[in-house]
């Protein structure tokens, strides 16, 4: 059961992420959330938004993504969730910087950061469950 949440929402324009970023922060320090986990948190809105934007949409859309931040006993849980086409970023496979190969590290860096990660296709929805 959550102790604490926040619904966020912006449109997908790359434009759009400061202020989603600074929002996302305001509301996170808000519901109590640890200078540390701010910045991962900001990360992990950056990576998934500018993803979105770039390869979901081929560009800005007027479509709108939605987060929803949750302050839980054991810690936090992002839910991202996007009207992009369908797309499983979890399904790249893990990349380091080593391997020469453009691409993948941001979704690695997420999985690295945070306790647990999924993926889903809701309706018409890419949704993404961070847990850190």
Do not use: C
Not at 94 to 122: M, P
């Amino acid at each position: 059961m959550s102790e604490y949440f926040t619904d966020i929402s912006a449109q997908a324009r790359l434009g759009e992420l400061p202020e989603l970023l600074a929002l996302a922060t305001d509301k996170a320090r808000q519901l109590g959330m640890a200078e540390a986990s701010l910045l991962h948190l900001q990360l992990f809105i950056e990576e998934l938004f500018t993803n979105t934007i770039e390869h979901g949409y081929a560009g800005d859309a007027p479509d709108m993504i939605d987060l929803h931040l949750e302050r839980h006993a054991t810690g936090w849980q992002l839910r991202y969730r996007d009207h992009a086409p369908a797309f499983n970023p979890l399904k790249i496979g893990q990349k380091t910087a080593l391997t020469g190969d453009v691409g993948g590290l941001g979704i690695t860096l997420l999985r690295g950061l945070s306790r647990h990660i999924d993926y889903r296709r809701e309706s018409d929805a890419n949704v993404i469950h961070i847990e850190f």
